[in-house]
């Protein structure tokens, strides 16, 4: 959307995905912002919406002012754009650890996508279990696809510990091929999560991790460079079967992966 050319890497990860790295977290987020606004255009191109999840985390936070102010927020074509969330707490949407709640604060509630597009998880539902199935029955109904429904596309954060969405190490969740959505409690966090499964995330068109900061290097490396053990490094078990999966990070996020050649 900017007409400044950003400078940015690619590295290639082959089926562990592209990497594309910003200079640093604003750019990062402005990559964001501008792949949400693509994939509106390539909807609109195509007379269709497109069905975009969401995730928690601090670079999708920044995306979310990005997308409330000029030049995003007037351009994109809001109305193609049918916004869900990859995962939430078991907070109402008014706590400021919902993520739903605090994208609509952020930009959802400050730019003209239609209210009938927006299906946070119903956390005023009885109990976690119920939110879940509720979302599972929407998204069943909304999203096309089968067997299982293809979003086109899937933003996912990357915690220090290697998880994704809520699918945290050691859960049973990575390994869910059947539910497209679960509610689980994660001891460590003493809390009740819920979260798109692998085999749902899989099936979408577009899954793109943004990762930023020099506290995921580690991880970073471990997850791209590593052996592969899901359980103990849940993003690795995200492997479109049938899409693309991209990586946008900062320099400071990309400073140990065995590819980047780049300076520091
Ligand atoms: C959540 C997220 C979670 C998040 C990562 C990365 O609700 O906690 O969905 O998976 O994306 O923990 O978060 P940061 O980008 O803030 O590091």
């Known amino acids: 959307m900017r007409a400044e050319k950003k400078s940015e890497t690619v590295l290639d990860y082959e089926e562990r995905g592209q990497v594309t790295v910003a200079n640093d977290s604003e750019a990062l987020a402005d990559m964001a912002a501008t792949l949400i606004a693509k ?7 195509e007379s269709r919406v497109a069905y975009v999840a969401l995730s928690g985390g601090s670079t999708p936070k920044r995306m979310g ?30 706590s400021p650890e919902s993520n739903a709640g605090e994208a609509k604060r952020t930009f959802l509630d400050l730019v003209p996508v239609p209210a009938g597009q927006v299906h946070p998880f119903d956390t005023s539902l009885d109990n976690p279990a119920a939110a879940a199935s ?23 954060g990357m915690g220090d510990d290697g998880h994704t969405a809520s699918l945290f190490p050691g859960t049973e969740a990575i390994q869910e091929q059947e539910s497209l959505v679960i509610a689980h409690y994660i001891e460590k966090l003493d809390a009740e999560r819920l979260t798109f499964t692998p085999a749902l995330i899989n099936a979408a068109k577009h899954v793109v991790f943004l990762v930023g900061g020099a506290g995921k290097a580690a991880t970073l490396h471990h997850v791209l460079d590593g052996g592969i053990d899901v359980d103990r490094l849940p993003s690795q078990v995200i492997r479109p079967v049938d899409g693309t999966l991209t990586w946008m990070v900062d320099r400071a996020a990309a400073a140990e992966l065995e590819r980047n050649d780049l300076d520091d």
Not at 134 to 156: C, K, Q
Request: net charge negative; no cysteine.
């Open 39 to 45: 994939t509106a255009v390539h909807a609109k191109d």
């Open 65 to 94: 002012q990005l997308l409330a102010s000029a030049p995003f927020a007037s351009e994109v074509h809001w109305d193609r754009l049918v916004f869900f969330w990859g995962d939430e707490r078991w907070v109402p949407l008014s």
């Open 134 to 156: 509720n979302m599972a029955d929407l998204i069943r109904e909304t999203v096309p696809g089968s067997p299982v429904p293809r979003f086109d596309l899937i933003l996912l």
